[in-house]
């Protein structure tokens, strides 16, 4: 029986359903998925950072926070999790793929499964999983319309001849000039505008900014400068602050278009920063309330390389305002995101990823399977609620992160028999698919 809060629950999916069909909108949910590349735990306004990034604040107090949300250390294989809702680890995938390789065709992607379920499916910006041939490229792995780069990086000022090559629109080469980050939310926000309002949208914004070399505007750079930040951080910084308005720009395109209250929105970073090139334990100037100096940076399995910001959107659906402690990795969101917008995962592969969504829906901890992290250099991380194993071939070591976030001490000979549980259960990722 429907208690008196889940009938206007009830009766405001109906009208906006009935609403959304008077006005020409889809009335199933879209998705969009807002993608930093190389960017840290401190490196957001709302975890108390001096680099300016409203929009995503603002996406923090609408939406809710995943205060544990973990990624891989590099960025192809936090995008092949991503794509796939499995380890890459097991499909041989643990570092930033190289010209001539990609995520094997065998693999079924989740814009495919979108594709299927009636959606127009668009990735705008990085790609970074195999461009070898026309059969490893986005058009071909459920995406119906591209436009970016197909490698880990692009030049962030393309003036047109040899300096923009590398852009592609869909399967074609195209010549662009202007800002990347400033290009790629023009596409997202056109696409937006342009769509099939017949039919929802799956939208994958995945920036280049802030990976190094970042470059920013003059003005962007004179104002970080100012704020005392140096080297590389300054244009790092401005790199993120472009970025954020660019996300400004893609969100207020949603709400002019009718669609905010429809739709889905997540913003995570590929991985931890590279601190505009250094990687250290808390790059870029200290301060700020709420900064944890986490360990590591990109590369690495500590916390400074995988835990990164987090958010998801939807009016009336998540929580606004909240924060999750659930443990969520990449590796979850194909079975999250799905489930979430009601569409059926059509891989023949079993998942490694686990739902969640019920658990973020509510703002509860639910008990999952553990979730692994394969490093680029052979060292594996495995966390299961407060605890982090990590294993490389040199030392063994032992993490209470829900009371030590910080890593500064190694608690295996405190804990042995938790730290040989966590390492039988590692063995099972370890080993590759058989081919």
Same mark, same amino acid.
């Given at each position: 029986?429907?208690?008196?809060?889940?009938?206007? /629950?009830?009766?405001?999916?109906?009208?906006?359903?009935?609403?959304?069909?008077?006005?020409?909108?889809?009335?199933?949910?879209?998705?969009?998925?807002?993608?930093?590349?190389?960017?840290?735990?401190?490196?957001?306004?709302?975890?108390?950072?001096?680099? %300016?990034?409203?929009?995503?604040?603002?996406?923090?107090?609408? #939406?809710?926070? *995943?205060?544990?949300?973990?990624?891989?250390?590099?960025?192809?294989?936090?995008?092949?999790?991503?794509?796939?809702?499995?380890?890459?680890?097991?499909?041989?995938?643990? %570092?930033? *793929?190289?010209?001539?390789?990609?995520?094997?065709?065998?693999?079924?992607?989740?814009?495919?499964?979108?594709?299927?379920? #009636?959606?127009?499916?668009? !990735?705008? #910006?990085?790609?970074?999983?195999?461009? %070898?041939?026309?059969?490893?490229?986005?058009?071909?792995?459920?995406?119906?319309?591209?436009? =970016?780069?197909?490698?880990?990086?692009?030049?962030?000022?393309?003036?047109?001849?040899?300096?923009? /090559? =590398?852009?592609?629109?869909?399967?074609?080469? @195209?010549?662009?000039?202007?800002?990347?980050?400033?290009?790629?939310? @023009?596409? +997202?926000?056109?696409?937006?505008?342009?769509?099939?309002?017949?039919?929802?949208?799956?939208?994958? !914004?995945?920036?280049?900014?802030?990976?190094?070399?970042?470059?920013?505007?003059?003005?962007? $750079?004179?104002?970080?400068?100012?704020?005392?930040?140096? #080297?590389? &951080?300054?244009?790092?910084?401005?790199?993120?602050?472009? &970025?954020?308005?660019? $996300?400004? /720009? @893609?969100? +207020?395109?949603?709400?002019?278009?009718?669609?905010?209250?429809?739709?889905?929105?997540?913003?995570?970073?590929?991985?931890?920063?590279?601190?505009?090139?250094? =990687?250290?334990?808390?790059?870029?100037?200290?301060?700020?309330?709420?900064?944890?100096?986490?360990?590591?940076?990109? =590369?690495?399995?500590?916390?400074?390389?995988?835990?990164?910001?987090?958010?998801?959107?939807?009016?009336?659906? $998540?929580?606004?305002?909240?924060?999750?402690?659930?443990? $969520?990795?990449?590796?979850? !969101?194909?079975?999250?995101?799905?489930?979430?917008?009601?569409?059926?995962?059509?891989?023949?592969?079993?998942?490694?990823?686990?739902?969640?969504?019920?658990?973020?829906?509510?703002?509860?901890?639910?008990?999952?399977?553990?979730? &692994?992290?394969?490093?680029?250099?052979?060292?594996?991380?495995?966390?299961?609620?407060?605890?982090?194993?990590?294993?490389?071939?040199?030392?063994?070591?032992?993490?209470?992160?829900?009371?030590?976030?910080?890593?500064?001490?190694?608690?295996?000979?405190?804990?042995?028999? @938790?730290?040989?549980?966590?390492?039988?259960?590692?063995? %099972?990722?370890?080993?590759?698919?058989?081919?």
């Amino acid at each position: 029986m429907l208690v008196k809060a889940d009938w206007h /629950r009830f009766l405001f999916f109906i009208f906006t359903a009935a609403l959304g069909l008077l006005l020409g909108a889809a009335p199933r949910p879209n998705i969009v998925l807002l993608i930093s590349d190389d960017m840290g735990w401190n490196e957001v306004g709302y975890h108390g950072s001096k680099i %300016s990034t409203p929009n995503i604040d603002q996406l923090a107090k609408d #939406g809710l926070q *995943l205060d544990r949300f973990y990624v891989h250390p590099v960025c192809s294989p936090t995008r092949a999790a991503l794509m796939t809702g499995r380890s890459p680890a097991r499909f041989g995938i643990t %570092s930033a *793929l190289t010209r001539g390789t990609g995520v094997p065709l065998a693999e079924h992607f989740m814009p495919q499964t979108f594709q299927k379920a #009636g959606y127009q499916t668009y !990735l705008v #910006g990085k790609w970074h999983l195999g461009a %070898s041939g026309l059969d490893y490229r986005p058009n071909a792995r459920g995406f119906d319309h591209f436009f =970016g780069f197909h490698g880990g990086g692009i030049d962030y000022y393309p003036q047109g001849g040899l300096r923009a /090559r =590398g852009w592609y629109r869909n399967v074609q080469p @195209v010549i662009v000039e202007g800002y990347s980050t400033d290009l790629l939310a @023009v596409e +997202a926000i056109r696409l937006i505008k342009n769509r099939n309002r017949r039919q929802p949208i799956f939208l994958n !914004l995945s920036f280049n900014a802030p990976h190094p070399v970042a470059q920013a505007s003059e003005a962007l $750079i004179a104002k970080y400068a100012k704020l005392g930040f140096t #080297g590389r &951080m300054i244009a790092h910084a401005g790199a993120i602050d472009a &970025m954020d308005s660019a $996300i400004g /720009r @893609v969100l +207020a395109a949603l709400e002019a278009e009718g669609m905010a209250r429809n739709t889905l929105v997540m913003f995570f970073c590929d991985n931890g920063s590279g601190g505009g090139g250094r =990687g250290l334990r808390g790059a870029g100037p200290k301060g700020g309330a709420g900064q944890l100096a986490l360990r590591g940076g990109k =590369g690495s399995v500590f916390e400074g390389g995988i835990r990164v910001p987090a958010v998801l959107r939807w009016p009336g659906v $998540i929580p606004a305002g909240a924060t999750s402690g659930q443990l $969520i990795s990449d590796v979850d !969101l194909f079975p999250t995101l799905t489930t979430a917008l009601g569409v059926a995962p059509k891989n023949s592969k079993p998942f490694d990823g686990v739902n969640v969504w019920d658990a973020l829906r509510k703002n509860k901890i639910a008990k999952r399977k553990p979730v &692994m992290v394969a490093g680029p250099r052979g060292g594996f991380a495995l966390l299961q609620s407060r605890w982090k194993l990590i294993w490389s071939p040199q030392q063994t070591s032992l993490y209470d992160v829900g009371q030590d976030p910080t890593e500064n001490r190694d608690v295996i000979l405190d804990h042995p028999i @938790v730290a040989a549980e966590l390492a039988e259960t590692l063995t %099972s990722f370890k080993t590759p698919d058989k081919k």
